[in-house]
């Protein structure tokens, strides 16, 4: 099936995508947790609403949203604390629970034109129909407009899990149309890892990176009335996401007001040395390979379950730069970035200070209290070495928006007038971006689609 749309420039959205960048650094703090509701129990509710597109179109989507943050179906109040949205989002509320906790999901169906579920992958769900309603559904209990459902279930076990709605009559429907979020269970002991304390998963950063596609005109058919008109067999995607966003909308900062049913970025930020956890999950129907620039991954766990040969430390995980995400598939891994063996000094060959290694590990220990940043992090043997080439003046270059003016890590040097800018930290940006090239194009339009960045910052730069 194809689709005709009206394309407008997108330079208004890449000037307002630079400007929140900024905005969001300077109003940020040490370390980045996911976004999301956390509890027991949560209120949810179906409704159908519309997503801006970054070249000035909408599309209509079918979304959960959190009922107790606002009034419920068509309410204009924005985000309550930080912590999640009143209206219906793409993707639906991230679910933060904690391992051993029962967890109760209550689901009104608001609007949507047939019988909307919850399931959760690797959980073992109890429905229960709360309004005395017949039973709906072939695979679990659905609600139609005007009903409610109740699924509880035990969260056993820490990790990254989907849930989603299932139209037994019609699979794969719900899922193209966005009624579906991520579950995050962490560790009962509370530590900051992603599989509890001596698991080798603790992290610094946390992001999520869920991964969509649609094809438009199921949508459109959907907005007209045809709930019949879906088949597998016809679906055809021209749009990819990440956290229901796409490139350059997809770097502008959490609850943004520009994206009222958007709320996730997936622009992510570490400091040199930082673990990041990254946890990487595919909602939609097709593969997608998302490729990480800058260091290797180590995975850590799949589908909820932790990469170990005796079931205490992560240990049977791969290093790879890519991960492969199948459609359902839940993987965790840790992304760390030091700057070593770039044969340079990335902090501008600074001789004020010694790289004490005391411990033979190739890095600095940071034993001088007095310095104003760590060098922790910093790899010895490029220590005091200078960068390696000679740069052309800057009238002689072609700038990104995203050049500091100098090789530098926190450096930040002479720009031509209208140049840079996106850059107030002189970090490094790197692109944490599909690796099948369609998926970088949002109705074959490149740049678009499943195109993102992690920016490694300067020691002591705040991280949101």
Same mark, same amino acid.
């Given at each position: 099936?194809?689709?005709?749309?009206?394309?407008?420039?997108?330079?208004?959205?890449?000037?307002?995508?630079?400007?929140?960048?900024?905005?969001?650094? %300077?109003? $940020?703090?040490?370390?980045?947790?996911? !976004?999301?509701?956390?509890?027991?129990?949560?209120?949810?509710?179906?409704?159908?609403?519309?997503? @801006?597109?970054?070249?000035? &179109? &909408?599309?209509?989507?079918?979304?959960?949203?959190?009922?107790? $943050?606002? #009034?419920?179906?068509?309410?204009?109040?924005?985000?309550?604390?930080?912590?999640?949205?009143?209206?219906?989002?793409?993707?639906?509320?991230?679910? =933060?629970?904690?391992?051993?906790?029962?967890?109760?999901?209550?689901?009104?169906?608001?609007?949507?034109?047939?019988?909307?579920?919850?399931?959760?992958?690797?959980? #073992?769900?109890?429905?229960? !129909?709360?309004?005395? @309603?017949?039973?709906?559904?072939?695979?679990?209990?659905?609600?139609?407009?005007?009903?409610?459902? &109740?699924?509880?279930?035990?969260?056993? +076990?820490?990790?990254?899990?989907?849930?989603?709605?299932?139209?037994?009559?019609?699979?794969?429907?719900? =899922?193209?149309?966005?009624?579906?979020?991520?579950?995050?269970? !962490?560790?009962?002991?509370?530590?900051?890892?992603?599989?509890?304390? @001596?698991?080798?998963?603790?992290? +610094?950063?946390?992001?999520?990176?869920?991964?969509?596609?649609?094809?438009?005109?199921?949508?459109?058919?959907?907005?007209? %009335?045809?709930?019949?008109?879906?088949?597998?067999?016809?679906?055809?995607?021209?749009?990819?996401?990440?956290?229901? !966003?796409?490139?350059?909308?997809?770097?502008?900062?959490?609850?943004?007001?520009?994206?009222?049913?958007?709320?996730?970025?997936?622009?992510?930020? $570490?400091?040199?040395?930082?673990? =990041?956890?990254?946890?990487?999950?595919?909602?939609?129907?097709?593969?997608?390979?998302?490729?990480?620039?800058?260091? *290797?991954?180590?995975? =850590?766990?799949?589908?909820?379950?932790?990469?170990?040969?005796?079931?205490?430390? /992560?240990?049977? %995980?791969?290093?790879?730069?890519?991960? @492969?995400?199948?459609?359902?598939?839940?993987?965790?891994?840790?992304?760390?970035?030091?700057?070593?063996?770039?044969?340079?000094?990335?902090?501008?060959?600074?001789?004020?200070?010694?790289? *004490?290694?005391?411990?033979?590990?190739?890095?600095?220990?940071?034993?001088?209290? /007095?310095?104003?940043?760590?060098?922790?992090? +910093?790899?010895?043997?490029?220590?005091?070495?200078?960068?390696?080439?000679?740069?052309?003046?800057?009238?002689?270059?072609?700038?990104?928006?995203?050049?500091?003016?100098?090789?530098?890590?926190?450096?930040?040097?002479?720009?031509?007038?209208? +140049?840079?800018?996106?850059?107030?930290?002189?970090?490094?940006?790197?692109?944490?971006?599909?690796?099948?090239?369609?998926?970088?194009?949002?109705? #074959?339009?490149?740049?678009? %689609?499943?195109?993102?960045?992690?920016?490694?910052?300067?020691?002591?730069?705040?991280?949101?």
């Amino acid at each position: 099936m194809n689709s005709t749309h009206n394309k407008p420039q997108r330079s208004l959205s890449v000037l307002l995508m630079g400007l929140a960048l900024a905005l969001s650094w %300077g109003q $940020a703090t040490a370390q980045h947790d996911i !976004r999301g509701l956390t509890g027991t129990e949560f209120n949810l509710y179906a409704f159908p609403f519309n997503i @801006n597109l970054p070249e000035g &179109s &909408s599309l209509q989507m079918w979304g959960f949203g959190d009922q107790d $943050a606002g #009034d419920g179906a068509g309410s204009d109040a924005t985000h309550a604390d930080g912590v999640g949205y009143n209206l219906p989002q793409y993707p639906g509320p991230t679910l =933060v629970v904690t391992a051993g906790q029962t967890v109760t999901i209550n689901l009104t169906n608001s609007g949507v034109p047939n019988p909307v579920s919850i399931v959760v992958t690797g959980h #073992d769900v109890t429905a229960t !129909r709360t309004d005395g @309603n017949p039973s709906h559904g072939l695979v679990t209990e659905a609600a139609n407009v005007g009903e409610s459902v &109740s699924y509880e279930f035990d969260a056993l +076990e820490p990790g990254t899990y989907l849930y989603h709605s299932l139209d037994g009559s019609n699979p794969g429907l719900h =899922v193209e149309m966005g009624l579906l979020g991520v579950l995050v269970v !962490r560790p009962a002991d509370g530590s900051r890892s992603a599989y509890g304390v @001596n698991t080798e998963t603790d992290f +610094e950063q946390e992001f999520l990176y869920l991964l969509t596609e649609v094809d438009p005109e199921i949508h459109l058919q959907m907005e007209r %009335g045809h709930v019949t008109h879906f088949t597998n067999s016809d679906r055809y995607a021209t749009i990819w996401f990440v956290n229901g !966003r796409v490139f350059p909308d997809l770097f502008q900062g959490d609850y943004n007001p520009l994206f009222p049913h958007q709320p996730y970025q997936s622009l992510a930020l $570490a400091e040199p040395g930082n673990n =990041v956890l990254v946890r990487n999950i595919n909602a939609g129907h097709d593969s997608h390979p998302f490729h990480y620039h800058g260091e *290797n991954l180590r995975f =850590v766990g799949r589908d909820g379950r932790m990469l170990s040969s005796g079931g205490t430390v /992560a240990d049977l %995980g791969r290093s790879d730069n890519t991960i @492969n995400s199948a459609p359902k598939q839940a993987v965790d891994a840790i992304w760390t970035w030091t700057g070593a063996k770039l044969n340079w000094d990335i902090y501008g060959h600074d001789t004020a200070h010694t790289c *004490n290694d005391s411990d033979g590990d190739g890095f600095g220990d940071n034993l001088n209290s /007095a310095l104003p940043t760590t060098y922790e992090h +910093e790899y010895c043997d490029d220590h005091g070495k200078e960068f390696p080439v000679t740069l052309p003046g800057a009238q002689d270059l072609t700038l990104g928006g995203w050049w500091s003016g100098s090789p530098f890590l926190g450096d930040t040097g002479d720009l031509p007038p209208g +140049e840079g800018g996106l850059n107030p930290f002189g970090g490094y940006f790197l692109v944490w971006h599909s690796h099948a090239e369609k998926e970088l194009t949002t109705f #074959d339009i490149f740049p678009g %689609g499943s195109l993102s960045s992690v920016v490694v910052v300067p020691p002591g730069t705040p991280i949101d």
